[in-house]
């Protein structure tokens, strides 16, 4: 069982694809062991990618190029600013933060290492597990 901070985590795929990794189970679907074994090894720090991949089809047309952007852009233990997303796919940092609430497929599409200019921005899993995983991944966030 997957835990980020006593929060039970769900991961599910198909092959190689994700469906959805989060807070909330999918009726009828069995969890994923082989994506829950990476994620595993990302949480305690043996692992910075995954083999797996999101299903973007989900998505609108918007919040896919958000979502595909930050995905391809944004590795692990680096950081972007809602303006500097919102800037490279050409739209405003509000749709960035909608957007990013929609994704279904957390840690792997690492929305968590997208921050505000001046606060932490927010995070489907709450404030306390974007830290943690900031934190996990050498980014300490401070003056937040």
Known sequence: MLRILGRE?????????????GFQPLPGRSVSVELEREISEYLSGDRTSFS???DFTMYSRTV????EHIYHNLPYGKVMTYSQVAEAVGTHPRVVG???AKNRHLI?????????KYSLGGFSGGIEAKRFLLSLEGRTPTGY
């Not at 896919?64 to 979502?67: A, N, Q, T, Y």
């Not at 792997?108 to 505000?116: E, S």
């Open 98 to 100: 909608l957007a990013m």
């Open 52 to 54: 797996f991949f999101p």
């Open 108 to 116: 792997v599409v690492p929305c968590h290492r997208v921050v505000g």
């Open 64 to 67: 896919r190029r958000i979502l």
């Open 9 to 21: 985590v769900y991961a599910y795929a198909e092959g190689n694809k994700i469906i959805q990794i």
